[in-house]
């Protein structure tokens, strides 16, 4: 094979990031062509702009979890590489029932000292199941947990007698979830609880936007770039993959010595994968990870950052919509005169909003201002809605983790050259798409360097 001819499906950060890093990391020259669906590079990270004024703000990814106070950051490091300017991101106080509980005190100021006691104890059973040092090493396990992790976080919370208690910590976790308790695993549960403390995890966002992750990639992949080609199938021909793709109507087929499908669990079924093994094989790879959760965004300009007194922060999570996530999306530029909200619904409250209209949701995001905040409706200029059902994943790795080989190469016997990346592999985030992608790149630069080692 003299120059390997690399075919990646799908232009967002996961194919992205596959096509940088075996650009970086082979041993020689190879053809990348990337197909993507769509008109434009970056998925589900998305900064887009009002149309009444030059805001920005976050419509899907909306932060980046930092790690790298234990260890290794390979995302961290990724955006420093590119030259891409961070800036923290605080919060997480929860407003129920229009009082903002923002540390303990308040918790037992605000709702009694039973509910503080229970907060006090939940606390401490999510502390000692996992460690800071644990929580970092958690999305990597090699191979099958044991005990498999069939029982659900609600079994967890149902521990939590007092209902303000329950209610604080579900309002608290809902959007980073994505779903219900009972549709999720005990440790996901609990890793999204304790992410919130900083001694777990910190946040960040990009300056200037998110977006700006994937443009930098894109300025430096030396790649064919197929937009709108919308890729039906992936199969084996003779030695090769054969990819058949359509392009406002015209179907075209290539062949590669490799194709990377850097599709999104939901999306994995737009692509047909034909062959005796390899069709059931992507059906189990499919049936692993079918635990889909939803995101629905709404997002609001207003004339000035009217709450800036009672907050500071750059998020709050609000009892709303079953649990919602408030974002100051204007905190993230400091120069913004406006002010932007946005709200984060998750979970089964997604499919219930989806179908209603976007004047409909963004009233409904105005009627769930906390009272002390109502005044603020009176300076709406433009509202924005992105809905994301099924673009997340509920129990991300499934219930039993899979070896790292196998979750990334569903068919080695037949399709040895046919790998799969993707967020829902790990933890449903950019740092796992990222990792998932760099184990992919490194497993083709390994086999084309022992391919050079039998030539010579
Ligand atoms: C609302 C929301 C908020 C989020 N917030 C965060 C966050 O704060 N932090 C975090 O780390 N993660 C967050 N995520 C998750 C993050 O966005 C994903 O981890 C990441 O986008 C996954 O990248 P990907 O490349 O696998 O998929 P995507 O970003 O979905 O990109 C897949 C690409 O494939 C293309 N495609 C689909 N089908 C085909 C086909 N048949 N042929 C060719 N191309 C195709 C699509 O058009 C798309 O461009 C959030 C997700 C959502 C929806």
Redesign the pocket.
């Known amino acids: 094979m003299s120059t390997p001819q690399i075919a990646i ?7 992205l990031i596959t096509a940088y890093t075996l650009q970086k990391i082979l041993d020689r020259p190879a053809r990348i062509t990337l ?4 008109g434009r590079l970056g ?3 998305l900064t887009p702009q009002f149309r009444s004024a030059p805001v920005r703000y976050e419509a ?6 930092d790690y790298s106070m234990f260890d290794e950051d390979p995302l961290k490091d990724l955006i420093a590489e590119l030259g891409l300017p961070i800036r923290r991101m605080g919060g997480p106080a929860v407003i129920m029932r229009n009082r903002i509980l923002a540390n303990m005190d308040d918790i037992r100021d605000q709702l009694g000292t039973r509910s503080y006691q229970a907060v006090s104890q939940f606390d401490r059973m999510a502390k000692d199941h996992m460690t800071p040092q644990e929580f970092y090493y958690s999305d990597y396990p090699e191979g099958r947990a044991a005990p498999p992790l069939t029982e659900r976080f609600n079994a967890v919370m149902a521990d939590v007698a007092e209902p303000q208690a329950r209610q604080f910590i579900e309002n608290l976790i809902h959007s980073d979830l994505a779903t219900e308790p009972k549709q999720t695993s005990v440790p996901y549960g609990l890793q999204n609880y304790l992410m919130n403390d900083p001694a777990y995890m910190d946040l960040y966002g990009i300056e200037g936007g998110n977006e700006l992750l994937p443009q930098a990639l894109i300025a430096r992949i030396n790649a064919v770039i197929r937009l709108e ?3 039906q199938s992936v199969s084996r021909h003779e030695n090769q993959m054969r990819v058949v793709s359509t392009h406002r109507g015209v179907t075209r087929q290539d062949d590669f010595d490799y194709v990377v499908v ?3 669990h939901n ?1 994995l079924k ?2 047909a994968f034909p062959g005796d093994r390899l069709t059931p094989a992507i059906e189990r790879h499919y049936a692993h990870y079918h635990y889909p959760a939803h ?1 629905l ?1 709404i997002t609001i300009l207003f004339q000035t950052p009217f709450w800036r007194q009672a907050f500071e922060d750059s998020y709050w999570m609000l009892d709303q919509f079953g649990g919602c996530c408030l974002y100051d999306e204007s905190s993230r530029d400091p120069n913004c005169v406006h002010g932007v909200l946005g709200w ?1 619904l998750a979970g089964e409250s997604v499919p219930q909003k989806s179908p209603l209209s976007d004047e409909q949701l963004i009233a409904e995001a105005l009627d769930s201002l906390p009272d002390f905040l109502a005044h603020g409706r009176s300076e709406f200029v433009e509202g924005r809605v992105h809905r ?1 059902a099924g ?2 994943n509920a129990l991300p790795g499934g219930v039993l983790p899979q070896p790292h080989d196998q979750r990334h190469r569903p068919e080695p016997i037949e399709h040895p050259h046919l790998f799969l990346v ?2 829902y592999l790990y933890d ?6 990222l990792d998932s992608a760099e184990y992919v790149a490194g497993w083709i630069a390994a086999q084309l360097a022992a391919t050079s080692q039998e030539n010579r």
């Open positions: 499906i799908g232009g967002g950060p996961g194919g197909f993507e669906a769509s998925g589900k990270i899907g990814a909306a932060e980046f979890y080609h919308i890729v850097a599709l999104p999306h737009s692509v995101y965004r984060l994301w673009a997340v993707g967020d449903s985030t950019l740092n796992g798409v």
